[in-house]
């Protein structure tokens, strides 16, 4: 057995050991934090699998902005009297179980049974990539060949903003006015860790981000990975009460929330008016324009996952 054999078989048993105690544990907050060991150890899967985009993902999105959430409401779930709650019976939790499992054997039957080999567009993208200049495969594809269920995916996570905003109480909208009047709460222990971190790791993470937004067109990264970590150091610094979430009704945040998929439009409608196809890039300068639109979806998606998971919660605690 090889050292990178033992490794991966090492790394696969972990993670269905962290899997079955994230599922296990009866503490919520303990079964958090398991959780985003789980998504890192997951990450790491993937760069084993030489997929670091996808690896990147997972620990942005997966194991950061969800474990923040996460964390937060566990936090908020500890100072909440619970009500009694009355716990399944064993004969459910072990039909659950079963059917879990049924469900893992018949996804891993379906992976096995693929034919060899796999289906795949690969080729045909891989041979269309010249066009845009894009030496990163991932982006080449998101931009180029599914450039407009990429627009399109901005566009639902906006409307899951509004929707969000639609469900806050007036009183907060109106608590969120004081803000803008009365000035932004400071923490009131300064020498608090948290404080420390969001005052050392936002300069660093801003950079991080900027460079996987500008390696993301011949490297590992994009969009997506950058906004997720901005908007984590933003969500730091509001967890540490440095700052308060700007008041929803400043133009210039609406117009950032808007920019990626109005940039995106703009330029599909400018591939239609050239008389190729809607989100058609001329050739000439297809490479510009896709950073032109990673650069406003970065913004959209920083300030749009900040706003989920930090303006409602702030909020809420005034």
Known sequence: MTVALAFEIGLAALLLAIAAWTITARDAFTAVVVFVIYGLLLAIAWVDLSAVDIALTEATIGSGL??????GAAARLRTIAAPAVERPSKSLRVGAALLSAIVAVALAG???FLPDPAPTLAPAAAANAVATGLDNPITNVLMAFRAMDTMLEKVVLLLALIGVW??????????????ERN???????????LVFLARLLPPVGIVVGLYILLAGANNPGGAFQAGTIL??????????????????????LRLVLVAGPAVFL????????LGSAFLAYPVAFAKPLI??????????IAATLGLLAGAPERGAER
């Open 66 to 71: 969800t474990g923040v959430l996460l964390l």
């Open 110 to 112: 379906v992976v096995l």
């Open 166 to 179: 639609s469900l806050v109480p007036d009183r907060l909208w109106d608590e969120r006015v004081s803000v």
């Open 183 to 193: 000035g932004p709460r400071r923490p009131t222990d300064r020498d608090d860790m």
């Open 231 to 252: 908007a984590a150091m933003w969500l730091l610094v509001l967890m540490a009460g440095l700052a308060d979430p700007p008041p929803l009704s400043r133009r210039w």
């Open 266 to 273: 703009i330029v599909g409608l400018g591939g239609l008016w």
């Open 291 to 300: 950073l032109v639109i990673e650069c406003a979806m970065t913004l959209t």
